[in-house]
Structures are given as C-alpha cells and as structure tokens.
C-alpha cells in the first residue's frame, strides 16, 4: 500500500558523487514532509537531512554544503544529491515521510551506499 523505494546508491571514490531518489506511492506526497537518513556499520541511525512540504531544507553540520535534498512533488518523488563524498558517508540511507499534522511517518528499504578507493 504505502510504499517508499529508494534507488541510486552504489560504490563510488572519495570525492566522487551519486544521486539518490526515493519514489513514494500510496500517499498524498504533497502532504509529507521528506528526509534522509542513514545507518554506518555499528552505528545508531542519523537524520542527514529534511525538506518540508513548502521547501524548506536543514542538514546536519557534517554533509552541509556537499549534499542538497530535493522533491518533485508532481512524480512523488524525494532526491538526494551527494557531492565530495568521504567514507565516512559509508552507510545505508533511507528515506522517510512524515505527515507533520497527524505524526504519522513511514521509511524506505534503504539504499547502500559506500564510500573506498
């Protein structure tokens, strides 16, 4: 019913770049707000990133000028772009809908991606 497929990780260098997307049905996407996060080998997962429905953006400190979130609300449709990447960007990322007005949220499969030369 509700789905959200993300697609477009894979193994790239360092400083290297790759474009995530994450498709979501069975939702009024419009109604969502949108965010990544992402979970490294042993570690906690961590939000990266979010936008709003009116397309409002925050990031964390660590990925601040190399990654910018973006959505097409008219292919429901939540992007990633990933700029200068380090290992220590090395994890799954996994996208998230929030329907702020009832608390309701939903995540994604997840999406490897990693980070070696």
């Known amino acids: 019913q509700v789905q959200l497929v993300e697609s477009g990780g894979g193994l790239v260098q360092p400083g290297g770049s790759l474009r995530l997307s994450c498709a979501a049905s069975?939702?009024?996407?419009?109604?969502?707000?949108m965010g990544w996060y992402r979970q490294a080998p042993g570690k906690q997962r961590e939000l990266v990133a979010t936008?709003?429905?009116?397309?409002?953006?925050d990031y964390i400190d660590s990925v601040k000028g190399r990654f910018t979130i973006s959505r097409d609300n008219a292919k429901n449709t939540l992007y990633l772009q990933m700029n200068s990447l380090k290992p220590e960007d090395t994890a799954v990322y996994y996208c998230?809908?929030?329907?702020?007005?009832?608390?309701?949220?939903?995540w994604g499969q997840g999406t490897q991606v990693t980070v070696s030369s």
């Open positions: 936008i709003a429905s009116g397309g409002g953006t």
């Open positions: 998230k809908a929030t329907w702020v007005s009832y608390g309701e949220n939903y």
């Open positions: 069975g939702i009024i996407f419009s109604m969502y707000r």
